[in-house]
């Protein structure tokens, strides 16, 4: 695997686990609750891909 995958995996697991955490925090979500951890698990991701730490390994 090289940077790039390595680096896509971890922020689509990061992703993932908010989204995980989010909807067993709010229980029985409704559509709002679901857009709602969608928008957080995305923003998670996307930070997680663009952190500063992954510039230095390319």
């Given at each position: 695997?090289?940077?790039?995958e ?10 993932l ?42």
């Amino acid at each position: 695997m090289n940077a790039r995958e390595v680096r896509g995996l971890t922020s689509a697991v990061a992703g993932l686990v908010v989204f995980g955490f989010w909807m067993s925090l709010v229980g029985n979500p409704h559509v709002i609750e679901t857009v709602i951890g969608l928008a957080l698990s995305f923003f998670t991701g996307y930070k997680v891909y663009n952190l500063s730490y992954w510039s230095r390994s390319d």
